[in-house]
């Protein structure tokens, strides 16, 4: 799909960066934000169109996704352990990942993770159905825990 604006966001619970890059002119816009949806789709709406959207997988979820699409712009969710870094780019910073963003995703080079419906995200379903239960089991010490993954074959999700 072609976008003129590719957007990279850093996003955070309290401060939102947003790296919008103009695929034509190159020409770079940067901005700190709140995480208020309607601020970050104003901003979006000032962009040249059609613009495009992407941020890395994380704690705030995918709320941020489905408000975008269901807005009408595409926005794809980076998985991040498949995010390419340049060598030696030891400083991270939240203007750096967005620009980082905003370039791989121009360059098509975004392998996006798929975004559960809101239904299966409080089920805790996966995406064929299968419920997934999670609790913390105690291996050996008091200091050593580790997650216990259960899938259960009972079917209930559906399929995107």
């Known amino acids: 799909m072609y976008q003129r604006t590719s957007v990279g966001l850093d996003v955070h619970a309290r401060s939102v960066v947003a790296c919008g890059l103009d695929g034509e002119t190159g020409e770079v816009v940067e901005r700190r934000l709140t995480p208020q949806h309607t601020e970050l789709l104003d901003w979006i709406r000032k962009l040249p169109p059609p613009v495009a959207v992407t941020y890395e997988a ?3 979820g995918y ?3 489905r408000f975008l699409d269901s807005e009408g712009i595409s926005c794809l969710v980076a ?5 390419q870094r340049p060598p030696g780019d030891r400083v991270k910073t939240d203007t750096r990942d967005a620009r980082h963003l ?3 995703l ?3 080079q975004i392998v996006a993770v798929m975004i559960p419906s809101p239904e299966c995200g409080r089920t805790g379903q996966t995406p064929d159905g299968r ?9 050996s010490s008091p200091d050593r825990w580790t997650r216990d993954f259960r899938l259960s074959g009972q079917r209930g999700c559906d399929t995107p």
């Open 58 to 60: 994380g704690p705030t």
């Open 63 to 65: 709320g941020l996704a």
């Open 79 to 83: 998985a991040p352990s498949k995010l």
């Open 102 to 104: 905003a370039k791989l």
């Open 106 to 108: 121009h360059l098509g």
């Open 131 to 139: 419920t997934v239960s999670s609790g913390l089991t105690d291996t």
